[in-house]
Each structure stands twice: as structure tokens, then as C-alpha cells.
């Protein structure tokens, strides 16, 4: 099977550019999210990579989030190991000490909202077909406390609240609004722009900047990372229930009638 991440490394610069490639829509399935993790790990420790940036090589989508596939019908050893990859992706990025921002080109539900909450700056391309938001109730399961304090981190408290209750999926005007990304350009500028940025960010000396970055967020990783294995548990327990399997199963039906 060809890879599903490439990855570009321009030594002069020092910023490496992520290409999601995963048809049809970059879903984070175990294989994706073990690929994902060993470049972002390569990367991290090479002392010459002091940035990077993540996009979508698919048209349309940035990720559809979590591969719902790896959900549905499997077993709870299965489930355990799906959901260690989710939280290793989730530690990985959000304590990255490179700069890490997000060229949103295309729609970003749930999991791929999630890896953009992770990146230190969000760019989404001004197209008001995509959407993005954390929309898990929509599918009648719970976003994990973490995929929450990334949000709340992020567009406050208040805000959160009412978008993961409702599940909310937001259009790009609608996501710059409450901070959920912080800038949009027109589609065909959303890396050139990512670029821009990474240039600024990368002036400020990194030491003073990553001591910043973990600063703001150890409290929250460190929730995760002291509950790890509790919060597998609880995973796998709520996913592998009748009533929430009869959940993901009607979403299923719904994503495929839409589409005929
Ligand atoms: N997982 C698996 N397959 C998917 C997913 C997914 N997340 N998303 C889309 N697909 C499939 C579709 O079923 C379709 O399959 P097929 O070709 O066999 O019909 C194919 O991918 C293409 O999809 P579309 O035709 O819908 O493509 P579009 O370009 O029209 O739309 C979207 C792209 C906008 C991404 C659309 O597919 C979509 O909305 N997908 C669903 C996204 C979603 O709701 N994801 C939520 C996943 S849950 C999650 O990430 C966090 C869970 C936290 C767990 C907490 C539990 C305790």
C-alpha cells in the first residue's frame, strides 16, 4: 500500500510540510494514525526541523476525522489499540516543541478538528462548503474530556460548551468568528500563507518560545497522561456498547445515503 503521509523537508528553511494522503478523506484509522506518528516522531527529533506544517493532499477534506470503520464491530483489544494511536497522535502534536500550524484546505470534522486544535495557528481556505467543528453528539458518542480541553484551550469556555453539546460544525467565517481558526484566505493560498507564518513564528528564539507553548499547555497534558489507560478503558466500555455500535451504524447509513 502506498504511504499515507508524505512529507517535504526543506533543510534551508527548517520547516517540514505534512501531506495527509489517505483517499478518499484522510481518516485517521490505526494504520494512518501509526504512519502519522513516526513522521511526526522523526521529525521531532531532528534538531534541524523547527517547524512544521500540516496539510491535506485529497481535494475537499483536510481529515474526516476518526476512521469510523475502526468503531464499528470490533473488538475491544481492537478498540484499546485504535484508541492509544488517537492518543498518542493527540500527545505527540500537542506537545510538539516545533511550531506547528494547520493549512485547513478543506473540511475538518471531529479527530481532524482535533489535530488542527493541536497546531500553534490554524489557516482555513475561505470556501464555505467545508466545515469544521467538533460534531461528535451528531453521531451520538462523547468527545473525550482531552478533545474538549484542546477546544476550551482554544475558543474558551462558553463556546465550547454550546458547540460540543449541539455538535456544531461551523463554516469557515462562521470558525474564524470564535477563534476556532485564526485567519482565512482564498483556497489556492492556504500554504503559500502557512509558509508566511512560519516564517514570523520561527523569529522568536525557540527555547523561550517552546518553555511558553509547554507552559500554557502541561496542565492539560498532563490530565491525559496520568489517565491513559483509564481513559482507554472508558473508550472502549462506551464504544462497544449495543446502544452506541446502533449509533454509529444509523451514521453510517446517513454518510452513505447522502451521498446516493
Ligand atoms: N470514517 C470512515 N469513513 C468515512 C469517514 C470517517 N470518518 N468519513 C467519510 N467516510 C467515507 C464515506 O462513508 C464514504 O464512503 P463510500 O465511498 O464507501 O460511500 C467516503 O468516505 C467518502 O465520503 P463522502 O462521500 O461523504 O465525501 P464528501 O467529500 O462528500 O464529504 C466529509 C467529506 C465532509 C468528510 C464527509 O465524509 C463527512 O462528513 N464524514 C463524516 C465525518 C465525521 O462525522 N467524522 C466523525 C468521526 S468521529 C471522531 O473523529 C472523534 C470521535 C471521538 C470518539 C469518542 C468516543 C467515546
Given at each position: 500500500?502506498?504511504?499515507?503521509?508524505?512529507?517535504?523537508?526543506?533543510?534551508?528553511?527548517?520547516?517540514?510540510?505534512?501531506?495527509?494522503?489517505?483517499?478518499?478523506?484522510?481518516?485517521?484509522?490505526?494504520?494512518?494514525?501509526?504512519?502519522?506518528?513516526?513522521?511526526?516522531?522523526?521529525?521531532?527529533?531532528?534538531?534541524?526541523?523547527?517547524?512544521?506544517?500540516?496539510?491535506?493532499?485529497?481535494?475537499?477534506?483536510?481529515?474526516?476525522?476518526?476512521?469510523?470503520?475502526?468503531?464499528?464491530?470490533?473488538?475491544?483489544?481492537?478498540?484499546?489499540?485504535?484508541?492509544?494511536a488517537v492518543q498518542d497522535?493527540?500527545?505527540?502534536?500537542?506537545?510538539s516543541n516545533m511550531v506547528?500550524?494547520?493549512?485547513?484546505?478543506?473540511?475538518?470534522?471531529?479527530?481532524?478538528?482535533?489535530?488542527?486544535?493541536?497546531?500553534?495557528?490554524?489557516?482555513?481556505?475561505?470556501?464555505?462548503?467545508?466545515?469544521?467543528?467538533?460534531?461528535?453528539?451528531?453521531?451520538?458518542?462523547?468527545?473525550?474530556?482531552?478533545?474538549?480541553?484542546?477546544?476550551?484551550?482554544?475558543?474558551?469556555?462558553?463556546?465550547?460548551?454550546?458547540?460540543?453539546?449541539?455538535?456544531?460544525?461551523?463554516?469557515?467565517?462562521?470558525?474564524?468568528?470564535?477563534?476556532?481558526?485564526?485567519?482565512?484566505?482564498?483556497?489556492?493560498?492556504?500554504?503559500?500563507?502557512?509558509?508566511?507564518?512560519?516564517?514570523?513564528?520561527?523569529?522568536?528564539?525557540?527555547?523561550?518560545?517552546?518553555?511558553?507553548?509547554?507552559?500554557?499547555?502541561?496542565?492539560?497534558?498532563?490530565?491525559?497522561?496520568?489517565?491513559?489507560?483509564?481513559d482507554v478503558q472508558n473508550?472502549?466500555?462506551?464504544?462497544?456498547?449495543?446502544?452506541?455500535?446502533?449509533?454509529?451504524?444509523?451514521?453510517?447509513?446517513?454518510?452513505?445515503?447522502?451521498?446516493?
Amino acid at each position: 500500500t502506498p504511504p499515507k503521509i508524505s512529507v517535504d523537508f526543506d533543510q534551508s528553511t527548517g520547516v517540514a510540510v505534512m501531506y495527509m494522503q489517505s483517499p478518499p478523506v484522510n481518516s485517521l484509522s490505526l494504520d494512518f494514525l501509526t504512519e502519522f506518528c513516526i513522521n511526526v516522531e522523526k521529525l521531532e527529533m531532528d534538531k534541524s526541523c523547527r517547524g512544521l506544517i500540516i496539510t491535506s493532499g485529497q481535494p475537499k477534506v483536510f481529515s474526516a476525522g476518526l476512521d469510523i470503520m475502526e468503531m464499528y464491530g470490533k473488538s475491544p483489544e481492537r478498540c484499546g489499540e485504535f484508541w492509544k494511536a488517537v492518543q498518542d497522535m493527540w500527545l505527540k502534536l500537542y506537545s510538539s516543541n516545533m511550531v506547528t500550524i494547520a493549512a485547513i484546505n478543506g473540511s475538518s470534522p471531529a479527530g481532524g478538528c482535533l489535530m488542527s486544535l493541536t497546531c500553534d495557528y490554524r489557516i482555513m481556505a475561505d470556501n464555505p462548503r467545508y466545515s469544521i467543528g467538533l460534531n461528535e453528539t451528531q453521531l451520538g458518542i462523547v468527545a473525550p474530556f482531552w478533545f474538549k480541553d484542546t477546544m476550551t484551550n482554544t475558543v474558551g469556555h462558553r463556546t465550547t460548551e454550546i458547540s460540543l453539546e449541539l455538535g456544531l460544525l461551523y463554516s469557515p467565517s462562521e470558525a474564524l468568528k470564535i477563534g476556532l481558526v485564526d485567519q482565512l484566505v482564498p483556497e489556492d493560498q492556504v500554504l503559500a500563507t502557512a509558509t508566511q507564518n512560519m516564517s514570523k513564528w520561527l523569529t522568536v528564539p525557540d527555547h523561550a518560545r517552546q518553555i511558553t507553548k509547554s507552559m500554557m499547555r502541561k496542565p492539560t497534558i498532563d490530565k491525559l497522561t496520568s489517565n491513559r489507560e483509564a481513559d482507554v478503558q472508558n473508550f472502549v466500555s462506551f464504544i462497544t456498547k449495543d446502544s452506541i455500535q446502533k449509533s454509529l451504524r444509523m451514521y453510517l447509513e446517513m454518510l452513505k445515503k447522502k451521498r446516493g
